[in-house]
């Protein structure tokens, strides 16, 4: 059964596309966020959820003019939500040592099933949330079509934009105050609610399914407290030891660590590991930098072997004050300590003196960060170039010292192949398990190397640098873990596809009728992305403000080149050779150069550096998108681009981050080759 696009009001269609727009986006980054607590591998995955909307969404808009699915809303968002809890209590293992992942469940028990292979967990969340997002795709294109018939398609546009840049920010309120999830989706059920409110039996359905989902969540919830990025708990396993997990995984362990003390046992020994450093160094140092401070425990270290100033980077805020609450020694309370709640790499890249020793906690990454990236939250940090900016820092007879808990052979090689050529010798180092790390490095002048460190085994290591971060896989490529994973998903994203739409079904059996430049519009935006999200760390630091200003510039770029498309139409021919030049511009241009020390400085160039090819990228969308028939159909396949986009984003692990910005250039061009092509037809 077939029912028309509804006929409402303009303002309540405005209205409408602005909530479903705000809906989707907030949707999609409480998913990003609560999803990793619950199914311990997605964390690593983060863009799996981005691209599970986007094909959601895409299929919704090709169900536009179909059988009205708002009612499946609901009902599927609990379904993902029962089948999250349900895979919580599973332990799933990885079979690949291609990347390192911290797969620790410790909040499980011990007699809790172990599943092989982290696939299944993966597509079964893919295919859920992709479910969820269809009913919301169809709300939006359902309202994008009404404002076409109205003779108004941009109009439409700026207003999804505009709601989803109000999605954005409302999540990244409700992040940065610390909420829990069931908040989250307390808001998602508001958000939801205007769209049943035209009968009142399908509004206390609606909402009896929601408090089912709300209630699921709460019940379900083990964190004592969230941060803007993690699910944080604390356990005091004895009066010297204090737990401290996040989503699930032991992060770290508040010790008494101050002075070097007569504790035995196995604290003692881990207490003792802590002043190894130190002893190496053999002399009081005067000013010390600990970055990854955590809860404490390296800053109690400084302050009781006599340190006379530390700085002390954490990133994350309620990390910070459970080691002003509960660290024995309260070293966050010395007037000597000076605390800096910021991503270490952008502390480094400011300046900030210089120190006697340089001190990288246990900053390993738990998680990833980014609703748009594979880059993990500390990869930028363990770079050639943030030990660089790390070495800058020292006196003249300072030191660095990192400390980590290394799992695989590949890691320990790549740090000591980064160590070694930032400093131009080996490091010193002590490899000892100690719970919470099991490797010391030392360099610098004031850690003259030991003899015979290994050096000529480093010749084939690739170093992680800016333009390739990715510190824990196993080397430079596609590994056939991400190759599968690509086909699996690329698999089902065609098939949803051709199960959705007759039409596409068609053309794609027929291989004709594809509307390619849509498809590659997408694609190329959702490269774009990704891209700024990356890059943009390195100049503003790993946070998930940096993601919310990022994406409020992408989206407000993107409305403001929509709505001069709709007053002062710009060529197509100069927007392609707009976004190629910017494009270029991109590649070429140093990322680090945007990291000025005045922000307001930093920040104009940063949005001439996001902003320039989005802008003339959401012209060239906006004149293809105000001349198709069909605003649902042609909105689906953009939307389906972005999903073959989001694949694309792979490829940085075999070619670099920058690029991006090349393979971006070449989709934009086979654009303007498609248009050049169906103008040429036409004539």
């Known amino acids: ?51 599970a909307a986007f094909l959601g969404i895409g299929i919704g808009c090709l169900r536009a003019r179909g059988r009205d699915l708002r009612f499946l809303w609901p009902v599927s968002l609990g379904v993902l939500v029962a089948a999250a809890i349900l895979l919580s209590r599973i332990a799933f293992t990885a079979n690949s040592a291609s990347e390192h992942l911290w797969l620790l469940y410790f909040d499980l028990p011990r007699g809790a099933p172990v599943v092989k292979g982290i696939e299944p967990p993966i597509v079964a969340c893919f295919l859920l949330c992709t479910l969820s997002f269809i009913p919301l795709g169809q709300l939006v294109a359902r309202r994008l079509d009404a404002f076409r018939e109205s ?21 990244a309120a409700m992040s940065f105050s610390r909420s829990f999830p069931a908040w989250w989706f307390v808001a998602i059920a508001i958000l939801g609610a205007v769209f049943f409110l035209e009968k009142k039996r399908a509004l206390l359905i609606y909402a009896c399914v929601m408090a089912a989902v709300i209630s699921a969540v709460g019940l379900s919830e083990k964190a004592q407290l969230y941060s803007p990025y993690y699910g944080i708990s ?96 309260h070293p966050y309370d010395s007037p000597k300590v000076h605390l800096y709640n910021t991503d270490a790499r952008s502390f480094l890249n400011g300046d900030h003196g210089q120190y006697d020793l340089i001190v990288f906690g246990t900053l390993d990454s738990m998680t990833r960060l980014s609703a748009l990236s594979a880059v993990r939250l500390d990869n930028f940090v363990y770079t050639e170039e943030g030990l660089s900016a790390a070495r800058k820092a020292l006196t003249a007879d300072g030191g660095l010292v990192l400390y980590f808990l290394v799992a695989e052979d590949h890691l320990h090689l790549r740090i000591l192949k980064m160590i070694t050529d930032v400093f131009g010798e080996p490091p010193r180092m002590h490899l000892e398990a100690r719970q919470m790390f099991n490797s010391i490095y030392m360099a610098g002048p004031a850690f ?30 596609l590994t056939p873990f991400y190759l599968s994973l690509i086909a699996i998903l690329g698999g089902i994203s065609a098939l949803a596809v051709a199960l959705a739409s007759r039409e596409l079904r068609g053309s794609l059996l027929a291989l004709r009728d594809v ?58 021919p100069a927007s392609v050779l707009g976004v190629a030049a910017a494009l270029i511009a991109g590649y070429l ?10 922000i307001l400085v930093r920040l104009a160039l940063s949005a001439l550096f996001i902003g320039a090819p989005i802008f003339f990228a959401a012209t060239l969308f906006a004149s293809a998108f105000a001349s198709r028939k069909e605003s649902g159909l042609s909105f689906g396949w953009n939307l389906l681009g972005a999903v073959a986009g989001g694949l694309l984003e792979f490829l940085s692990m075999l070619v670099g981050i920058k690029a991006l910005h090349l393979i971006a250039l070449t989709l934009y061009l086979a654009v303007a080759l498609v248009r050049s092509r169906q103008m040429h037809q036409r004539a």
């Open 1 to 51: 059964m077939k029912i028309p696009a509804p006929e409402v009001p303009p303002k309540r269609v405005a209205v409408e596309l602005t909530l479903a727009s705000l809906t989707v986006l907030f949707q999609e980054l409480a998913l990003i966020r609560w999803l990793p607590t619950r199914v311990r591998v997605v964390a690593y995955f983060p863009n799996l959820i981005l691209l």
């Open 151 to 171: 003779g108004r398609p941009l109009a439409g546009y700026g207003w999804d934009l505009l709601g989803s840049m109000l999605g954005v920010i409302g999540f």
């Open 234 to 329: 604390a356990q005091q396993v004895n009066p010297d030891d204090i737990t401290v997990s996040v989503n699930g995984s032991i992060h770290q362990k508040i010790l008494a660590v101050g002075p070097v003390e007569a504790t035995g046992g196995i604290l003692g020994f881990v207490r003792a590991g802590y002043h190894i450093p130190y002893r190496a160094l053999g002399r009081k140092p005067r000013r010390v930098l600990v970055l990854g401070a955590g809860t404490g425990n390296d800053v109690a270290v400084a302050l009781g072997e006599g340190a006379d100033s530390i700085d002390a980077v954490e990133i994350d805020p309620a990390i910070l004050d459970l080691g002003r609450r509960l660290h024995p020694n």
């Open 448 to 477: 003259p190397p030991s003899a015979g460190e290994p050096t000529a085994q480093l010749e084939t290591v690739e170093p992680a640098t800016d333009d390739w971060p990715y510190l824990y896989l196993n080397g430079r490529g």
């Open 515 to 572: 509307d390619v430049e849509m498809f590659l519009l997408g694609a190329a935006f959702l490269l774009l992305e990704t891209g700024s999200v990356t890059e943009m760390t390195l100049v503003w630091g790993v946070t998930w403000l940096t993601n919310a200003v990022v994406f409020g510039a992408i989206l407000l770029t993107a409305l403001l080149g929509t709505l001069l498309q709709g007053r002062v139409s710009l060529p197509w």
């Open 589 to 598: 241009l140093p990322t680090s150069a945007l990291a000025t020390p005045s």
